[in-house]
Each structure stands twice: as C-alpha cells, then as structure tokens.
C-alpha cells in the first residue's frame, strides 16, 4: 500500500531564510511525486512533480524539491522565504507501477514564514 | 482558461438528508477526482472519474457516490448524512487519468451537516 509521511505538523522559519519542508513515501513500485499548496478557504495549487528524470525539480514560485530514492524522500525546499509562502503543503504519491492505485496525501505541514 | 468550479460554495444540511455536489472540470480535462478533507483525517480520496466511468474508488461507505456526464462534469452524492461528513469536499480535474499528470483542484465545497 502507498504511503505518505510529513514528519512535522509545523515549520516555522524567518523571511529570507532557507525552507524545508519534508516528505517521506513508500509505494511498491515506482513512484509519481507530487507537492501541493493550500491557502486559506482555498483549493490546492499544484507547485511541482517528479516522474523520472533529474532528482532536482523546479517548480513555481522559487520551490524545488528533491528526489531521494534511497531515502524515500521528496523534501521541498526554497533558498528563500517569502511571508506569502506561508500555507499548508501536501506532499503526494502515486504508484507508477500500480495504474489502479490512486494519489495519497501526506497530512500537511503548515508552513508559517516570520517577518 | 477557466479553472475547475464547484457549487455551491458552502451547503448546511441536517442529519439524515441527502446532498448533492457539482463539478466542472478545466476545459478539455476528462479525469475528475474527488477528495474529502478533514482537519482529523487530511486529504482522503474518494473516487475518480474518466469518461463517464468510475475508474477508482476510494475506502467510503456507498452513501457516497458520484458520476461524470459526457461533458465531463461531475457531481457528487451523498445520502443519509452523518455529523462526521462535515468536511471540505475537493474536486480535481486532469487531462486523463491522473497517472502522472498533475491535478487541478476546485475552491471546493464546505458541508456542514447538524
């Protein structure tokens, strides 16, 4: 069964700081990642994915997030925080291997950016 | 190009009735999800819908249920409400089966149910 851990509920960090937030997967096969933000009273917004390729993936507004095979990981990151990155990100996985399988979200980090 | 739209916004309901929820994918998007999402239980799917068929279904009791029309809308049902359906009920629309294309979701709509 797939799985999506996001080991801290909270992240806080200081304007113009470098963020992380993190993600660990287990999926039987290969892996489809995914990063999602949520603003309040909002949907998701989609901010970028891995399928195959460079470990490095950019996506919108500065984020990037890196793909670790032998750690499961998929940790987001931005070199530096803005206040209006504060939101809640999700982290999600889908099964390459298992087309039948569906997306599954981690829990979310509430990211809180200080000015 | 318009993004995915959800009606209505926000719905209060009492026990025991039933409702039903409208989605409107992106323009050319086949693929509709649906996800409820609590404060206790996050992001959790509920099914997914691809040329007017069901093509996954998540782990919820058969009050829910939804369908997808030939112009890729979806609505979404769910009867006999429960106190613990209040939640935010998210749509998403993809190309095709979301495989590894991403998901673009709706405001969603905010049950309430007393």
């Known amino acids: 069964a797939q799985s999506v851990a996001q080991p801290e509920d909270q992240v806080n960090v200081a304007e113009g700081n470098p963020l992380t937030v993190k993600c660990t997967y287990s999926?039987?096969?290969?892996?489809?990642l995914f990063w999602y933000v949520q603003y309040p009273n909002r949907g998701l917004q989609f901010l970028l994915k891995?399928?195959?390729?460079?470990?490095l993936v950019k996506g919108s507004y500065g984020f990037e997030a890196e793909f670790n095979k032998s750690q499961t990981s998929f940790h987001l990151k931005k070199p530096s925080a803005l206040v209006s990155d504060s939101a809640l990100y999700f982290c999600a996985v889908r099964d390459l291997d298992n087309y039948g399988q569906n997306f599954v979200f981690g829990p979310g980090t509430r990211l809180s950016v200080l000015p | 190009k318009a993004g995915v739209t959800q009606t209505p916004r926000y719905l209060i309901k009492t026990r025991g009735q039933q409702v039903t929820l409208s989605c409107s994918p992106i323009s050319g998007h086949r693929s509709v999800s649906w996800y409820q999402q609590t404060p206790g239980q996050g992001l959790q799917f509920l099914f997914e819908?691809?040329?007017?068929?069901?093509?996954n279904k998540g782990n919820f009791p058969g009050r829910f249920s939804g369908r997808q029309f030939s112009n890729s809308r979806s609505e979404m049902n769910v009867s006999t409400l429960e106190l613990g359906d209040s939640a935010l009920y998210l749509c998403a629309s993809s190309l095709e089966l979301a495989g590894g294309r991403e998901q673009f979701f709706g405001p969603g709509t905010r049950l309430t149910v007393l």
């Open positions: 999926v039987s096969g290969n892996p489809y």
């Open positions: 891995y399928i195959t390729g460079d470990n």
């Open positions: 819908y691809f040329s007017e068929t069901q093509r």
